[in-house]
C-alpha cells in the first residue's frame, strides 16, 4: 500500500506558494507496540500554521524544513497495538502528520462521535476553533449583555463561533469579512446585527474608511474586540473603544505572511484613556477547561443554536492550496481537506 | 488681600509654553455657608494634566479656555464654614484650583496628618503618584518574586515608587530615566539592580540601542513592563516580553505632546505569541482600596523601606514652568510648587 506526505520544503517567503511544500511518496508505517495506524480522513488547515513555517520564537517551535507538516486531523483507526482504540474508531488529535497513513501514540487522541454531529466538527465547531472562540471571547473579552462585540474574520472558523456566542450573551454583534457572500452568511444566517465588509471594488478599504462604517454600527463603541485579523482593521476598531473595553488578539492573519514587523497605529493611548484590556492567548493554557467548553458547544449545537460552515477542498495533494486559500479569504467557515 | 489665579489661556500645540497660561490678579474669595478658605501652600503638577488641556475625549473632561486649572494641592484651612475642618487643618485635595486662595466645598478634601510625613508626600509617594504605582504594578503587573520588572519613567514620582515595590516583591528590576543624575539615583539611592539612560549624547538612543541594552540586563526576558512613557522606549521592551507578561499602561508622556496619534511598531504579535496583557488604567478606578493604598505605602515609609524625591520650585508665579519641566524630564521625583 503506497503513502503520501506532505513536507515543508522551504521556508515561505511572505504568501506561502507551491514550492514552499513537497510531496512524497513513503512506505506505509507498521504501528510499533503501543501505536495505531491511522488513516487520514480530514486535515485542517490553520492560519497559526503560518507561524510555524518561519524560523525563530513563538508559541510553538517551528516546523523545521524537510518536516512533515502537522495540524489538526480526524482519522479512522486501521490497526491497533494499543488498548485504548480499536479499528474502526475515529479519533481527532490536533498535531497529527500530513499523511494518508500515520503510525502514531495514541494517548494525545481523542475518540470522535460520530452520533453526536458530522466528524469535521472536531476539526471546527466542535474543535480548537470552536474551543478558541469560547475561550478567549468569555473569558477575556467577558462580553456582558447590551453590550456591543466587533469581530473581524468573522466569517472564518473562529469568527463565525464568536459571533454566535456573543449573540447567545445578548450582545450587539458587528462582523467584519470580506465580500458579500460572508456578509450575507453572518447576517443572513448567524444573526449578527451588522457585518462590514473590508473589502472594496478597487482592493481594501481604508482604515479610515472602515472605522466610519464602524463607527455607524457601534453608535455606543466598541466595548469587546474579538480581533482575528490586526493590521489596518484593528485601526479602524481602536479609536471606537469604550471605558474599559477588552480587546482579545486570538490571531492576526492579516501580518503572518510579512516579512518584517509592522508599524501601525500605536494602541496605547486608546488603552490608557479608556482604562481598557488587550490580551493575547492561546488557546492550549485552557487545556484544563477543554471539556466545559465541549460541552458548552455541543450542547448548543445540538438546540440549534449554533450553526456552523465549512469549505471542504478534495483531495490531499491539495491541502497547500486550501492552506494558502486562508491568506485571500477563501474559505467560509472552516477549511477543511478531505483525504478519502 | 491680594490673590493670584492661573487660568489656561490658550490650548496647547505640542510643547506647552508660557504662552498658554495667564496669570491674573483677582480677590480673595468669600466662603460661603459650608465652605472654607484655603491657603495653597504646595501645587502638583503632572503629566496627565497635558491631555486636559487638549480637546476631546479622554477619561477626564478637558480644560475650557479661561478656566483656572486644577490639580492637587496642599492647603491650609485659614476660615472654616464646615464642621469637617478647622482652621490650621492642612488638607490636600485632587482637584483643586491654581490659586494663592480658594473657597471650596470641603467634602473631596482630604486631612494631611504633618506628624507622619513632611505635608508634600500627600502630592507624591503618599498620595495619586504612590497610589498609582502602587495599584497599577501590584493589580495589574501583579509581579512575581525573581521575575524582572522593567520600568521607564522610572526616576519620575510614579516610577520611582514602582521600582522600589517591584524590589519589595523580590523582583529584579531595570529602570529607564534620562541622565546620569537619575541613573545614579535609581541604582545608589532605591537599589534597583541596572539603570538605563534613553539620552545619548547626540539626543535620544535609537529604539534598537535601547533594546540591546535592555536585553542585556535582562537576560531572562521582561515579566512585566510598567511603562510610563510610551512611544520609542516601548519599542525596545516589546520584542523583549516573556510568555504571559504583562505590560502596564500607566502614562505615555512621550507622546502627550503630539498632535497627531503616532504610528510605531504594533505590539499585537508579541501579545498573542506570548499570550501576554496589555493593560491601560486609571488610578481612580481603585478609589475605594486608596485606604489600603496608603495604608501600606506609609508602612514602608515608616519602615525605612520606601524612599522617595522631589523636585521643588518656588514660587506660585513658575508653576507653569515646572509643568513644562516635567516633559523635558527635569525633575527627579515628583515635581512639586512651592507657593508660600
Redesign the interface.
Known amino acids: 500500500m503506497q503513502n503520501r506526505e506532505i513536507r515543508l520544503a522551504s521556508r515561505p517567503i511572505g504568501v506561502p506558494t507551491e514550492s514552499n511544500f513537497e510531496i512524497r511518496q513513503s512506505d506505509v508505517p507498521a504501528p510499533a507496540e503501543g501505536e495505531v495506524l491511522l488513516r487520514t480522513l480530514y486535515i485542517s488547515v490553520d492560519p497559526y500554521l503560518r507561524?510555524r513555517m518561519r524560523e525563530g520564537?513563538?508559541?510553538i517551535p517551528p516546523f523545521e524544513v524537510g518536516q512533515v507538516i502537522v495540524s489538526g486531523v480526524v482519522a479512522e483507526v486501521v490497526e491497533s497495538h494499543s488498548p485504548l482504540f480499536k479499528p474502526g474508531d475515529i479519533v481527532m488529535g490536533g498535531l497529527l502528520p500530513w499523511q494518508l497513513h500515520a503510525a502514531v501514540r495514541p494517548e494525545s487522541l481523542q475518540k470522535v462521535d460520530p452520533s453526536i454531529a458530522p466528524i469535521t466538527t472536531a476539526l471546527g465547531v466542535l474543535g480548537m476553533p470552536g474551543l478558541t472562540a469560547y475561550f478567549g471571547l468569555l473569558d477575556i473579552g467577558k462580553p456582558q449583555a447590551g453590550e456591543t462585540v466587533v469581530v473581524s474574520g468573522a466569517a472564518g472558523a473562529v469568527g463565525t463561533v464568536a459571533c454566535q456566542i456573543a449573540k447567545l450573551k445578548g450582545c450587539r454583534v458587528v462582523g467584519i469579512a470580506g465580500g458579500k457572500e460572508k456578509i450575507d452568511y453572518l447576517t443572513k444566517e448567524l444573526g449578527v446585527d451588522t457585518a462590514i465588509s473590508y473589502k472594496s471594488e478597487s482592493g481594501h478599504k481604508s482604515a479610515a474608511e472602515l472605522q466610519r462604517e464602524v463607527a455607524t454600527a457601534c453608535p455606543k463603541g466598541v466595548n469587546v474586540y474579538f480581533?482575528n485579523v490586526?493590521?489596518e482593521i484593528?485601526d479602524a476598531v481602536l479609536?471606537l473603544i469604550t471605558?474599559r473595553a477588552r480587546i482579545v488578539?486570538?490571531?492576526?492573519i492579516s501580518?503572518y505572511n510579512k516579512e518584517q514587523?509592522?508599524?501601525?497605529?500605536?494602541?496605547?493611548?486608546?488603552?490608557?484613556?479608556?482604562?481598557?484590556?488587550?490580551?493575547?492567548?492561546?488557546v492550549t493554557?485552557y487545556a484544563l477547561r477543554f471539556g466545559e467548553g465541549i460541552r458548552q458547544l455541543g450542547e448548543w449545537l445540538a438546540q440549534g443554536k449554533l450553526k456552523y460552515a465549512e469549505t471542504i477542498v478534495e483531495g490531499f495533494e491539495n491541502t497547500p492550496r486550501a492552506f494558502m486559500g486562508l491568506f485571500s479569504g477563501e474559505n467560509l467557515g472552516k477549511q477543511i481537506v478531505k483525504v478519502a
Chains 1, 2 share one sequence.
Not at 249 to 252: A, K, N, Q, R, S
Not at 268 to 275: A, G, K, T
Open positions: 507561524g520564537r513563538s508559541y480581533d490586526g493590521g484593528s479609536p471605558n488578539i486570538c490571531g492576526l501580518m514587523l509592522e508599524v501601525g497605529l500605536r494602541p496605547q493611548p486608546f488603552l490608557l484613556i479608556n482604562s481598557a484590556l488587550m490580551q493575547g492567548f492561546i493554557q
